[in-house]
C-alpha cells in the first residue's frame, strides 16, 4: 500500500486534478417539444438491456413511470405545487447532512459509523449533490456507511500527461494538495477497510477537449487501482438542461413547455465514460435514464423541481432519486 501511495502522490504532484468546467446555462429557452409519448426511452448511451419492466427494480421501474407520465402530459404552466418547490429549493440551506472527523476533514461520511456496509465516494464538486440521495439511502440503510472523498478541482483521474499544470483554470497549490490527500486518503481507506463498492462521480470537463485521452488513461489507473480491494462504479453526469427556472418562466409561471433540456447534451460523455469503465471492468450507471424521456429531460418531475442551476440536482430532486440510486448500484454489485 506505501508503495501504491507513493506513486500515486508523485503522479499528482506534477499535475492538477482539472475544474468542474461548468458554464451556466444560457437563458434561452429550447423550443417547444413535440409530442411525447410515454414509452421509456433512452437515447445516445450504450447501456444494454431493454428498459422492459423485467429489467428494472421496483423503485426504477415506478420513478421511470412517473417521469413519463408527467412528461406525455407536459403542462403549459407551472402549478401551485411546483411554485412551492421552486421557492423551497431557492431559500433551501446547504446540505448539513455530512459528519467530517474533526482531526481529519478528508474523513467524512453518512450513516453509521459501525455499519456492517461501506459505499466509497470520491469525486470533485460534482458529488455533493448526491449527498441528499446518499444520506437518505444510509438513513434507510441502517446497516450501511457511505464514506465520502471530495474536493474542488479533484477528478478521478491519476495520470500525468495533457492534464492542467498548475495555474490553469484557477487552481492553487492548496487545491493540488488537497487533490492528493484525497486521492491517497481513499485508496488507503479501500486497501483497509471492507468496501463493498467505491462510486466515483466527477464533473468529467475534460471529455471532448485536447486532454480526453489522458483523462481516460488516468480514470483507468484509478479504477485499475481500485479493482483489488473493490467493485467500481462510475456514475455519469445529469442532463445539461441549457435552461434555469428563473431564466425561462415568464413573471406569472407561464411557458413551462419551452422550460427542458436535452438528453443528447452530455451523450458523448456517457459514451467515454461507460467505455472507460468497461476496460476496468467497472459498472457504469447513466443518470441521465432517470431525468429524460427520448430527448427531454423536463425541469419539474410532477411537483418536485429537478434543477435550479442547469446543471445540478436540488436537494429534493437527490433525495427523491435515492431509493433509485441504491437499487442501481445494488443491481450493478451483482451482475
Not at 431525468?291 to 430532486?317: E, H, I, Q, S
Request: hydrophobic letters at 40%.
Amino acid at each position: 500500500m506505501r508503495t501504491l501511495t507513493a506513486a500515486l502522490s508523485a503522479l499528482l504532484l506534477s499535475v492538477v486534478a482539472a475544474g468542474c468546467g461548468n458554464t451556466q446555462p444560457t437563458a434561452t429557452p429550447t423550443s417547444q417539444p413535440s409530442l411525447i409519448q410515454p414509452t421509456i426511452v433512452h437515447p445516445g448511451t450504450h447501456n444494454s438491456g431493454s428498459n422492459s419492466a423485467n429489467d428494472l427494480g421496483e423503485a426504477t421501474s415506478a420513478w421511470l413511470t412517473e417521469l413519463a407520465t408527467y412528461v406525455a402530459k407536459y403542462p403549459a404552466n407551472a402549478t401551485e405545487a411546483q411554485r412551492a418547490s421552486l421557492t423551497a429549493e431557492q431559500n433551501a440551506a446547504p446540505f448539513t447532512g455530512l459528519t467530517c472527523d474533526p482531526e481529519n476533514l478528508t474523513n467524512c461520511w453518512v450513516g453509521a459509523e459501525t455499519a456492517r456496509r461501506t459505499w466509497l465516494v470520491m469525486g470533485d464538486d460534482s458529488v455533493r449533490q448526491w449527498l441528499p440521495a446518499m444520506k437518505a439511502i444510509a438513513d434507510k440503510n441502517s446497516g450501511l456507511r457511505i464514506q465520502v472523498f471530495t474536493s474542488s478541482n479533484c477528478s478521478n483521474s491519476a495520470d500525468v500527461a495533457g492534464l492542467p499544470s498548475l495555474g490553469e483554470s484557477g487552481t492553487t497549490q492548496q487545491a493540488l494538495d488537497a487533490c492528493i490527500a484525497q486521492h491517497t486518503a481513499a485508496l488507503n481507506y479501500a486497501a483497509t477497510n471492507r468496501v463493498q463498492s467505491a462510486l466515483l462521480i466527477d464533473s468529467s470537463s475534460l471529455i471532448g477537449g485536447t486532454r480526453q485521452q489522458a483523462y481516460g488513461k488516468g480514470l483507468q489507473t484509478l479504477l485499475m487501482s481500485l479493482k483489488p480491494h473493490t467493485s467500481a462504479i462510475v456514475i455519469g453526469r445529469v442532463p445539461s438542461w441549457n435552461v434555469t427556472p428563473a431564466a425561462c418562466f415568464n413573471k406569472d409561471f407561464s411557458n413551462l413547455r419551452s422550460c427542458y433540456g436535452s438528453a443528447l447534451g452530455n451523450a458523448a460523455i456517457a459514451s467515454f465514460l461507460q467505455n472507460a469503465a468497461n476496460s476496468a471492468s467497472a459498472g457504469f450507471i447513466d443518470p441521465r435514464r432517470w431525468l429524460c424521456v427520448r430527448n427531454t429531460c423536463p425541469l419539474f418531475v410532477n411537483d418536485r423541481v429537478v434543477t435550479l442551476d442547469g446543471y445540478r440536482l436540488t436537494m429534493g430532486a437527490a433525495s427523491a432519486l435515492a431509493p433509485v440510486l441504491y437499487e442501481n448500484v445494488e443491481a450493478q454489485l451483482g451482475r
